[in-house]
Every structure is written in structure tokens, then in C-alpha cells.
């Protein structure tokens, strides 16, 4: 059983920078692929960004890609996401996960509550 608790959220001005956190109880936390998702408003909730279980490999929607930078401290039981140069369509609450290597929700077993992200133009 894993637990997670994502913080981090808040409001920015487009361009600006937030890092989320996720918080992760659990012994069994370093046999699971990490992901981000988020879910804008009257929207799908979609895939952000994913992280191996070692930290090794990391995966990026195309749309967060150079921008985003996903990161794990299995040490600590944390996982991070560094969002640079944020656009108001970066807006929506954001999930952190665990689970397999997948960019599908179905695949995650794990989720936290969300944090909120909310960029201004």
C-alpha cells in the first residue's frame, strides 16, 4: 500500500516557476514507476510526466517537454516536478502517481489528492 500527498501548488504568472512535491508513505515506494498527471477544467485528466523506478528514465507529454523536469529521491520517499516557463494552459490540478511504466491512467494504482496550479496571463 502506498499513500501520497502531492503539495507544492499555487498561483504564478505565466512564464514564472513552481515546483510540486509528492510525498509517498510506504516501504514499497522504489518498485514503483512515479508519474504526473493533471486535470483541467472540463477536461481529461492526462499525462504529464513519468519516472522509472531507479530514476533512470523519465518520459515527457510532448507539450511539457524541455520544460518540465521530473525527478525521484527514493531515500526520502519523494518525488518532484520543476515546472518552468509556465503557460495558462499549465493550469489544472495536479495528481502525482504510482504505478507501471505508463503514460495511461489504468496502469497507476496509486493516487494522490492534487495540488492546484494556476497560471495567470
Known amino acids: 500500500q502506498v499513500q501520497l500527498r502531492e503539495s507544492g501548488g499555487g498561483l504564478v504568472q505565466a512564464g514564472g516557476s513552481l515546483r510540486l512535491s509528492c510525498a509517498a508513505s510506504?516501504?514499497?515506494?522504489?518498485?514503483?514507476?512515479a508519474g504526473w498527471f493533471r486535470q483541467a477544467p472540463g477536461k481529461e485528466r492526462e499525462f504529464v510526466a513519468s519516472i522509472s523506478r531507479s530514476g533512470m528514465s523519465t518520459y515527457y507529454d510532448t507539450s511539457v517537454k524541455g520544460r518540465f523536469t521530473i525527478s525521484r529521491d527514493n531515500a526520502k520517499n519523494m518525488v518532484y516536478l520543476q515546472m518552468s516557463s509556465l503557460k495558462p494552459d499549465d493550469s489544472g490540478v495536479y495528481y502525482c502517481?504510482?504505478?507501471?511504466?505508463?503514460?495511461?491512467?489504468?496502469?497507476?494504482?496509486?493516487w494522490g489528492q492534487g495540488t492546484r496550479v494556476t497560471v495567470s496571463s
Open positions: 502517481a504510482a504505478g507501471s511504466v505508463s503514460r495511461e491512467e489504468r496502469n497507476y494504482d496509486y
Open positions: 510506504g516501504r514499497t515506494f522504489d518498485t514503483y514507476t
